[in-house]
């Protein structure tokens, strides 16, 4: 069974849920995990690779975009799609909805900004895994 993390973030806009990812991202590599980062959209998914190269000086996460080819030692893949198969681990989420792969995955970390809009989609997501028997955690950042 998929267990979800709900990341709250208060007041965060993009910027604060993308340097959000990026450390959490960060944390789950460290300990050894693939993770798959799935955004809304191709122009999120840029940014994010752009960032996970500057997001803290000295650190270093090896990545790729989603792409045809993935090298099969990078830990963490970014892209606005489905994963590749060989990732089923940990899928950090910064998607509106729940994605149909989700359960292929042993935890989903599913990162929620600080506005209304946000907070209620996250709500609905929420429902969604709930209802599927998925165990739920919530922390506040």
């Known amino acids: 069974m998929t267990r979800v993390d709900f990341y709250l973030l208060n ?9 959000a990812a990026c450390k959490l991202i960060h944390k789950v590599f460290r300990l050894g995990h693939r993770v798959y980062l799935l955004t809304e959209t191709a122009d999120e998914a840029g940014a994010l690779d752009q960032l996970l190269w500057t997001f803290a000086a000295g650190s270093f996460i090896p990545h790729q975009r989603l792409a045809a080819a993935i090298d099969p030692r990078i830990p963490v893949v970014i892209g606005n799609d489905a994963p590749p198969e060989a990732f089923n681990d940990v899928m950090v989420s910064l998607a509106h909805d729940v994605p149909p792969y989700y359960d292929r995955f042993q935890r989903v970390a599913e990162i929620v900004g600080g506005d209304d809009t ?24």
Request: with cysteine; aromatic share 10%.
């Open 11 to 19: 007041g965060a806009d993009d910027g604060g849920k993308h340097l």
């Open 118 to 141: 946000e907070k209620q989609r996250a709500r609905e997501r929420f429902r969604f895994y709930r209802e599927r028997g998925c165990p739920l955690e919530t922390h506040t950042l």
